[in-house]
């Protein structure tokens, strides 16, 4: 058991001022005890997610988060932040390849795509797959998760290899209220909303990826577990068809996200039906690929009926 006196406060302003306290370990290390890594969560009480560890490759912390990285003797390599499992080897690609080709797929024609987070590379890896795609941008706040990834996760870091990646080193928001009407499809590969990520699942920040997409555009984003954030998922997606066209909730089953699953929100710029790709994958692309198919793509966004009621009121 970690005591609280492992943890320590931290205090950030949102984007409406509020100031928001969060708690999170000295680091990553109080989560492994004999041999094992165990992952507990304040936004899934209760439960949690143990890997075996065969080795602690890297560990420090960087100017914003517990940066962690170790060889499990199942998953592969897994990175840790502040505690919490972003991505494993063995089932990365679950995630990497859903939150990328389920905007690119439902968009006709994507030119110009900007990534918000997603610093370990495998987003970029998967826009790569579309030879469309003339510009990629992505935003960064944490130099230190690129590195790392670079170093320690290479089969994911490859897509910064892309000569159409540009890298910015900067808070996403920023770069949105600088960069209007820009962008074909924006991707925000966040993590849980805890801490300086709180900010991405709120209204303003969805504003702000609003204004920064052409018209005919899509944003797609980590969306939480149905199965665990129904509270939070439901009233962001009211708010936000205020200004969005078309609002939708898909999702993917990934084992070491809490749950087994994580969910997409995507929103577009006019109205779009997400559940049509209006492309597919030439059959060479389907050959990478181990999760997304266009079945995967129309599935993703059928949902248990709990799940409807809850987040559109209806079955």
Not at 8 to 31: E, K, Q, R, W
């Amino acid at each position: 058991m970690v005591s609280i006196d492992s943890f320590y406060s931290s205090y950030v302003f949102t984007n409406d001022g509020t100031l928001f306290c969060y708690i999170h370990p000295h680091s990553g290390m109080d989560f492994i005890s004999d041999g094992w890594f165990r992952e507990r969560g304040a936004l899934w009480p209760g439960q949690a997610m143990s890997l075996q560890v065969e080795k602690v490759l890297y560990h420090k912390r960087s100017d914003f988060q517990d940066v962690l990285v170790f060889q499990s003797t199942t998953y592969g390599t897994v990175l840790v932040l502040d505690g919490l499992i972003q991505v494993t080897e063995r089932d990365e690609f679950a995630y990497q390849e859903m939150i990328a080709h389920l905007p690119l797929f439902a968009h006709p024609n994507p030119k110009k795509v900007l990534v918000i987070g997603g610093g370990d590379g495998g987003v970029l890896r998967e826009i790569a797959k579309h030879q469309g795609v003339e510009e990629i941008v992505i935003c960064e706040i944490d130099k230190d998760v690129i590195e790392v990834s670079k170093k320690y996760l290479p089969s994911l870091a490859c897509g910064y290899d892309d000569p159409r990646v540009t890298v910015k080193i900067m808070d996403g928001a920023k770069f949105m209220e600088e960069n209007q009407n820009s962008f074909d499809v924006i991707i925000t590969d966040s993590s849980d909303p805890v801490g300086p990520a709180s900010v991405l699942f709120e209204t303003p920040f969805y504003k702000g990826m609003f204004h920064s997409l052409r018209d005919g555009g899509i944003v797609c984003t980590q969306g939480e577990c149905m199965w665990l954030h129904l509270d939070l998922i439901q009233p962001l997606l009211n708010s936000i068809q205020t200004f969005f066209s078309s609002v939708l909730f898909a999702y993917s089953c990934v084992p070491t996200y809490p749950s087994g699953q994580i969910g997409f929100i995507l929103a577009s710029k006019g109205t779009c039906d997400f559940k049509v790709a209006t492309r597919t994958p030439t059959a060479e692309t389907q050959k990478t690929l181990q999760y997304y198919t266009p079945e995967m793509h129309i599935a993703a966004f059928s949902l248990p009926a709990f799940a409807r009621r809850a987040i559109y009121g209806r079955l």
